[in-house]
């Protein structure tokens, strides 16, 4: 199986890692213990699809590493019920009383990954944010998000900064997605290319059949050079404003 991993480092932020390849999903029990994560318990927020097909494998991986685990589906969110949605997300992580190093990992589309993480950022806590997309646009998201933003009815959006401890993007989890969010995946990663080289941007054009099939050695390849190009490009910008 393909492996690649991404240190993203910004100026305002603590640095993260982005594991990337076929059977990261599984080793995330392990990847935490490794991180120094102690806690005896953690969370799993999924969306509706990724608590079908995804919550099983997170499970059985953070049992075997000694986590008891406790997980939220989330039903499709209505955009007018934003506020909501976190003000119930907040209410249950508090009725838990996880302890302040319990790892809270967000398995989801990009609906739900943009809301939990919005939400847990305003919680204010020091619990590791770990990303775990469910698809190919959530997977765009977790390098180069300077602000996840909320209309949540105010006069202005809510915004919070981007900051997971860290993130496991695994093609198998990415395979099964709506069309519309398969497209948007694809879409974005073309358009996140520009932060590469010529040569990377004639590869991608001819490999996004196979991105489109999820391939997992066009995958890897591709979200390990898109990752590290915009981290790179954005730290830049960051540190020049």
Same mark, same amino acid.
Request: proline share 5%.
């Given at each position: 199986?393909?492996?690649?991993?991404?240190?993203?480092?910004?100026?305002?932020?603590?640095?993260?890692?982005?594991?990337?390849?076929?059977?990261?999903?599984?080793?995330?029990?392990?990847?935490?213990?490794?991180?120094?994560?102690?806690?005896?318990?953690?969370?799993?927020?999924?969306?509706?699809?990724?608590?079908?097909?995804?919550?099983?494998?997170?499970?059985?991986?953070?049992?075997?590493?000694?986590?008891?685990?406790?997980?939220?589906?989330?039903?499709?969110?209505?955009?007018?019920?934003?506020?909501?949605?976190?003000?119930? =997300?907040?209410?249950? =992580?508090?009725?838990?009383?996880?302890?302040?190093?319990?790892?809270?990992?967000?398995?989801?589309?990009?609906?739900?990954?943009?809301? #939990?993480?919005?939400?847990?950022?305003?919680?204010?806590?020091?619990?590791?944010?770990?990303?775990?997309?469910?698809?190919?646009?959530?997977?765009?998201?977790?390098?180069?998000?300077?602000?996840?933003?909320?209309?949540?009815?105010?006069?202005?959006?809510?915004?919070?900064?981007?900051?997971?401890?860290?993130?496991?993007?695994?093609?198998? =989890?990415?395979?099964?997605?709506?069309?519309?969010?398969?497209?948007?995946?694809?879409?974005?990663?073309?358009?996140?290319?520009?932060?590469?080289?010529?040569?990377?941007?004639?590869?991608? #054009?001819?490999?996004?059949?196979?991105?489109?099939?999820?391939?997992?050695?066009?995958?890897? =390849?591709?979200?390990?050079?898109?990752? #590290?190009?915009?981290?790179?490009?954005?730290?830049?910008?960051?540190?020049?404003?």
């Amino acid at each position: 199986m393909t492996k690649s991993r991404v240190i993203v480092e910004f100026p305002d932020r603590a640095e993260y890692a982005v594991r990337i390849g076929g059977g990261v999903a599984s080793q995330l029990g392990a990847n935490l213990r490794a991180a120094g994560v102690a806690a005896s318990r953690c969370l799993v927020v999924c969306d509706a699809e990724a608590s079908t097909r995804c919550l099983p494998v997170l499970k059985e991986t953070l049992s075997a590493a000694d986590f008891r685990v406790t997980d939220i589906s989330v039903p499709p969110v209505d955009p007018a019920d934003a506020w909501s949605c976190m003000g119930e =997300l907040l209410g249950a =992580l508090a009725q838990m009383n996880l302890a302040e190093d319990a790892p809270i990992i967000v398995c989801a589309g990009v609906e739900l990954s943009e809301l #939990a993480s919005l939400a847990f950022s305003l919680d204010g806590s020091e619990r590791p944010l770990v990303l775990v997309p469910a698809s190919l646009a959530a997977a765009m998201r977790v390098v180069g998000v300077g602000e996840f933003e909320a209309d949540a009815g105010f006069e202005a959006p809510l915004h919070a900064k981007a900051a997971p401890s860290f993130a496991s993007v695994d093609p198998v =989890l990415l395979a099964c997605e709506s069309g519309e969010e398969a497209d948007a995946g694809l879409y974005e990663l073309e358009q996140a290319a520009g932060y590469c080289d010529a040569q990377f941007g004639a590869w991608l #054009a001819g490999a996004l059949g196979d991105i489109a099939a999820y391939d997992e050695d066009a995958l890897v =390849l591709a979200l390990t050079q898109v990752f #590290a190009a915009r981290a790179d490009a954005i730290g830049r910008q960051i540190l020049h404003q």
